[in-house]
DNA sequence: ACAGATCATCTGTCGACCAGAACATCTGTC
DNA sequence: GACAGATGTTCTGGTCGACAGATGATCTGT
């Protein structure tokens, strides 16, 4: 039988390349950089970079519930309400409640939080430069647009009414799969 | 002293457009929508997407040693023993002895573990197209191109040498921030 | 007024991740 | 060849964040 040869002829380009035209790959390289660079810029801040986006969001008020805020921003309701308990008592937002609404709170910025806000985006975009700093100058805006293209659209449609047929098209897949025992 | 006013003209067309403008914001939800689709897709595959990562790794061989396979997924290297535990217990990959090295373990891919991970390479780049939906097919690949270059970049030089520069800069941003009390 | 739904919060539990120790092995020097 | 220090892998313990479910307050419909 025709054992695969370790260094194949063709097979090798496509095995290679695998990992390399991998999207998750190149997406996780560039978030996990990313995240490190600003956890340290923003060490200072209550909740790191989603503290920051919550400040962002906060600010461009059209999102007014807490819960609104979370699943825009992609967390778990219950962690909002501690990122915004840590956020409140560093005095950067305030929880207001809802004239509309007595359940709901309204977060709203103070004017400290739009403050610091305004001095923390230019320094993360200046990050955010650097990040790409490997691209051109044009094609670094070209990259920013395309990627905030696809971010929004996924946002609007995230449910995705036919993710669910692309996944069942695998169930063909015999994987004998074990977690790792327990001693 | 001027005070900030709260919804100040164009101040305001700055603010509402902060997160759409943030890159992280961006790149956070593109992340989290393609580990939504790849964990279904890969729910049976030991290590998820990063199971899947690792597979496609070790076929390209290039990466021998799994310290290196480790730094170059980004996981901990203590992760990828029971990473690739799960993996070789479900017959995909095997660690083998490095005859130069009897340390080291070189990591690669059985017949299966090649087969398999040829369809699942077919199945995510499908996931993966269906996720840049919203883009042109001319505007998809040259997202692709870009996003690659960056993270094949970034790979290289991560410990990002003025990174650090960068962050001195932010130090003088006094915020008393506190974590939340225990009772 | 009442039943069911919804928002925010609290609690408990579970799993992941990381630092550090331990073991086996390599590399250099003498 | 023998030793000291460095390196690859695995194991262990502690810590932290995330998600499920229950709770209290409030809204909406009938």
Redesign the interface.
Known sequence: MP??T?AAGDD?A?????????????????????LK??N???A???GG?RG??VL??A??D?AGTQLALAQQ??VDRTVMT?LL??LE???LVERRPDPADRRARRVVTT?RG????????Q??R???E??????EAT?RT???E??????????CL?P?P??CA??E??RD?P??????VRT
Do not use: N
């Open positions: 054992k695969v370790p090798e496509d095995l290679c390349g695998v990992l390399d035209a991998d999207l998750g790959w190149a997406l996780g390289v560039l978030f996990r950089s990313y660079i600003t340290a810029m923003l200072d801040l209550p970079p920051y986006q962002a969001s600010a461009g059209r921003l992609g501690y308990d840590d008592r560093a005095g004017d739009t403050e610091l806000l305004a001095r923390l985006t320094r993360l200046q990050a955010e650097h990040l790409l700093g490997p691209l094609d070209a990259f920013r395309l990627l905030q293209r696809v971010a929004t659209q996924i946002d995230d995705a036919d993710a692309v996944v098209e695998v897949a994987i004998p799969a074990r977690r790792r």
